[in-house]
């Protein structure tokens, strides 16, 4: 299930004392975000080729070199990114190994998580040892997971290679893995010591999974940030060509406003919950398609139209408001067609784990940028949300 290789760092650890890593990067062009909880603080560090300059910024968040640094990856970002992330650990004096854990949602679970740390310990890793995560939400999760157990914790880095993750996953702390009752059933919230986003990563992000990350990011917009909203609305070809300071632009908002609503309510016991506007509908068209028609992102971009169509069903959001942020989803879109039925929706909701005593809670929005959360919403008002969902997928937003 799990490989592991061995690379021992040679000669470079002496050129990196003078020379900041042997790398022509400078932190100017590195954007910072501070994430302050009560409990700790990390640093956000965004900039184009920054993952050429990993092993220095780890050296830097951990106070020292590691005794061993584990770097949890799959093959597919081992193939691709592994040879630049290496060179900066080498450059930086790091003794590490590469663990690769299979692709897939699919392998984000116990056994998963067990494999991953026997290959730990079989490479000797101690509690001075960090685990860096280089990859997607699902290598976050799972290294992340393991991280937080291991010896009763050890220190994990966030290298973020997919939008999804960079905008959102590899921030906030949450880690975990998946059960056959249900997703996300187990974690732990371990913060991570650094999180590294290098948007020079996602040039090799197949198209679909690069479409969905986007979601996340007009989520932002809608709850927290007019701007990126407005940004998204008017630079949609920079946006879908991955132009360089468009990517930059949208993953800054995005952990802007993650970071500052994690650090105000760091284990979602308020505030943090409108960070799963479009999700109430969302999940349920995931859970209701067994987690394959939809990607996350994409299931989340419905689910945004469904939350602004019960918004306006309930009075909360304006006509003009829901109409807004259908037409800039559809702008993105593609998104695969719905075809749960709106019964089936509503009992997946009641079913969910967020739903508490047969409640469930919706975020709705007031205007872009402002939302509240809705306890009582009714049935009916979700089903003919769902209903329009599936009204708009037989048209223009449905690939197939
Ligand atoms: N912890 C959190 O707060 C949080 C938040 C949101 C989502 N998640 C979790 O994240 C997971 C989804 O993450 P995801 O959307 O990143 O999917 P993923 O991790 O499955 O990655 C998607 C695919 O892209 C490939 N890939 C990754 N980076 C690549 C690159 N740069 N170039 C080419 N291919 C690349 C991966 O190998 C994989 O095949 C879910 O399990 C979800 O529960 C966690
Ligand atoms: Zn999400």
């Known amino acids: 299930m799990v490989e592991g290789r061995c690379y021992h760092a040679g000669f ?15 932190l100017n062009l590195v954007k910072k975000i501070k994430v302050k909880l009560k409990s700790t603080a990390y640093d956000v560090l965004i900039g184009s080729e920054s993952l050429r300059i990993a092993g220095r910024e780890i050296v830097r968040a951990l106070g020292g070199v590691p005794s061993l640094c584990l770097v949890v990856t799959t093959a597919r970002v081992h193939k691709h990114w592994g040879s630049v992330l290496e060179q900066s ?45 280089l990859g997607g939400g699902v290598v976050g999760d799972v290294a992340g997971f393991a991280a937080s157990i291991y010896m009763r914790g050890i220190p994990v880095v966030q290298i973020p290679t997919t939008l999804l993750a960079q905008v959102d996953a590899s921030v906030g702390g949450k880690t975990g893995v998946n059960l056959a ?3 996300n059933l187990v974690g732990t919230f371990h913060q991570p010591r650094l999180v590294l986003i290098d948007p020079q990563v996602l040039s090799t992000l197949p198209d679909r999974e690069y479409r969905a990350g986007l979601f996340e990011v007009i989520k932002c917009g809608i709850i927290r940030d007019t701007k990126i909203f407005g940004f998204m609305e008017d630079h949609h070809e920079q946006v879908l060509n991955r132009d360089p300071k468009a990517l930059i632009r949208m993953i800054t908002s995005a952990v802007k406003v993650k970071a500052d609503i994690v650090a105000k309510d760091e284990r979602e016991g308020g505030l943090r919950r409108i ?23 994409e299931a989340v971009g419905w689910g945004m139209v469904a939350a602004a169509e019960i918004g306006v069903l309930t009075g909360v959001t304006p006509q003009k408001t829901a109409q807004q942020i259908s037409a800039l989803i559809q702008i993105y879109g593609p998104l695969p067609q719905v075809k749960s039925t709106a019964q089936d929706i509503v009992r997946l909701i009641q079913s969910d784990k967020k739903t508490r005593n047969g409640v469930p809670h919706f975020v709705l929005v007031t205007k872009i940028g402002r939302t509240l959360i809705a306890n009582g919403v009714p049935n009916v008002a979700v089903k003919k949300a769902v209903e329009r969902l599936r009204h ?5 937003l449905a690939v197939r």
Do not use: P, Q
């Open 181 to 183: 009752a249900g997703k």
């Open 275 to 297: 960070l799963n506007f479009g999700h109430t509908v969302g999940h349920a068209l995931e859970a209701d398609s067994v987690y394959k028609r939809f990607l996350h992102g």
């Open 89 to 133: 650990l080498r450059a930086a004096g790091f003794r590490f190994v590469v663990i690769e854990i299979k692709d897939g949602e699919s392998h984000k679970n116990f056994a998963g998580v067990e494999s991953l740390m026997r290959n730990f310990a079989k490479h000797g890793a101690d509690r001075g040892s960090v685990v860096v995560a």
């Open 12 to 26: 470079c650890a002496s050129i990196v004392a003078g020379s900041g890593g042997g790398c022509a990067i400078s």
């Open 392 to 396: 708009l997928s037989s048209e223009r």
